[in-house]
């Protein structure tokens, strides 16, 4: 029995093999590119180590990926396994890996929150828990986590800015946008490379239309991701949307081709339909094109890769994206096989209490079907389609700037089928929302000078 970077005990074979855990904890707080380096490193050190069995699971489920399940089923049996004797923590973190390979991962959250009463420090758990409840839509959630071990915590312990980091995002995506600033710079100011907290940061100057601010903001932070993951990608799209605000779409497509969908990129081409990229490409083209925008032939690589996931319904929010592509395209026959296969997959199940099966048949199919009629020209039945889940677009997952894509969707359907009080109830929405009003957001500021 050793003890991690926290204080808190690990069963492991050697002091060695615990500080490469520490290591591989920190890079997926850090979002390191590096970070299945970490892991082979710690499994050579010590391949019997419960909790590296739990990461192994844990990462391989992050992907939402259906063809990597069998990777995380193995890990999870590993884990049980090799957990028998250790802790209750590495117990409880076993549990948790296996209700996610379950497919429940609400049940998940439920362990790392009692994992988190117990051991407040837990820095895996915390960021395990802020990121899925992210993708279950539930900011709320993120937010009275982070306020619960926020007191267990100082300045000394490692991972601080994580926690600070978190903090921001989950501020910001509950509204409390001075909060949000306040901790997202505070934590650059202690770890000027953390990508979270920039991020957080570039939420706020989004929602509160801080454009000039926000492109000045990535750009300073920029040279510090070099060593970073995809989240680095996603960073450009924000500053893409600043862009855009500002009319400046060729800046947009620079950025598109030599940022987050930088396709010459190691990591595009080691993971080219990795769900955070592909979302970041769909919904930019898509503004794109509402603004007259040609996008050349940028569809359809994303398109391939769409009718190449065809059944995968793992990541709710994706979806719409991956069909966004195909109705670009006009590829009718691949959209009609993804959603008979959305549909299979919604009710053939033997286990519909399940989340994705719920989401996928809830939210994500009537959506996901609104796309393709507004790709076909068949803009009211969109406006009918969505129109009953609009409230319930929070649980596919995504924060405020992502899901706007989806909003401003229904309103280029409302305006161009001629519905006044759909485009008008949509615009009422996303105003009791947004900071700003939507005569300064050029996704709005058309419609606002119509509904006036």
């Known amino acids: 029995m050793y003890q991690d970077v926290r204080g808190l005990d690990v069963t492991a074979a050697s002091e060695a093999a615990v500080r490469a855990c520490d290591h591989v904890i920190e890079g997926f707080t850090g979002y390191r590119a590096d970070l299945q380096q970490r892991m082979e490193a710690l499994f050579v050190l010590d391949p019997d180590c419960g909790m590296a069995h739990c990461l192994r699971g844990y990462f391989t489920l992050m992907s939402f990926k259906q063809a990597a399940l069998p ?20 117990r409880a973190h076993a549990a948790a890996l296996d209700a996610w390979v379950d497919g ?21 758990a915390f960021r395990l828990a802020h990121f899925v409840n992210f993708w279950l839509g539930r900011p709320d959630a993120m937010l009275v986590s982070v306020l619960a071990v926020q007191p267990h915590w100082s300045d000394a312990d490692a991972g601080y800015p994580s926690l600070l980091a978190c903090r921001c995002f989950a501020h910001e995506e509950c509204g409390s ?6 901790a997202g710079r505070d934590a650059i100011r202690r770890d000027p490379g953390d990508p979270w907290a920039a991020h957080g940061v570039a939420h706020v100057l989004e929602m509160q239309g801080r454009r000039s601010e926000g492109i000045a903001w990535i750009e300073a932070l920029q040279p510090n991701w070099a060593d970073r993951n995809n989240l680095r990608h ?10 855009l605000e500002r009319g400046d779409t060729a ?23 990795l769900y955070i990229d592909v979302q970041n490409a769909a919904s930019m083209l898509f503004r794109l094109g509402r603004h007259g925008v040609d996008v050349g032939n940028r569809w359809e690589e994303l398109a391939d890769k769409a009718e190449a996931r065809i059944g ?30 959305m549909r299979a997959f919604a009710h053939g199940s033997e286990n519909a209490e399940r989340w994705a099966v719920r989401l996928t048949a809830e939210v994500a199919l009537p959506v996901t079907e609104a796309v393709l009629a507004h790709g076909q020209g068949r803009h009211a039945a969109a406006v009918a389609l969505m129109r009953p889940v609009l409230g319930e677009m929070y649980r596919l997952g995504g924060s405020h700037a992502q899901q706007d894509v989806l909003e401003q969707l229904y309103l280029d359907a409302a305006l161009k089928a001629g519905l006044t009080e759909d485009a008008r109830m949509l615009m009422e929405r996303v105003a009791g929302r947004h900071t700003l009003p939507p005569s300064r957001r050029r996704g709005y500021a058309m419609a606002a000078g119509l509904l006036t």
């Not at 429940?104 to 895996?124: G, M, S, T």
């Not at 190691?266 to 993971?271: C, E, G, H, V, W």
């Open 71 to 90: 990777v995380a089923r193995t890990a999870s049996e590993e884990a049980w396994r090799l957990t028998t004797h250790g802790t209750e923590r590495e």
């Open 104 to 124: 429940e991962p609400d049940r998940a959250v439920e362990v790392w929150d009692q994992i988190l009463a117990a051991h407040p420090r837990d820095l895996l």
């Open 251 to 273: 800046g947009v497509l620079t950025l598109y081709d030599t940022g987050f969908r930088d396709l010459a990129s190691p990591l595009t081409q080691a993971m080219p339909d």
């Open 312 to 341: 995968d319904c793992l990541s709710g929010f994706t979806l719409p994206h991956w069909m966004m592509a195909l109705a670009a395209t006009g590829r009718e026959a691949a959209a009609r096989r993804m959603l008979e296969a």
């Open 234 to 243: 996603h960073l450009s799209w924000h500053a893409a949307l600043y862009h």
């Open 177 to 182: 946008y001075t909060e949000a600033e306040a």
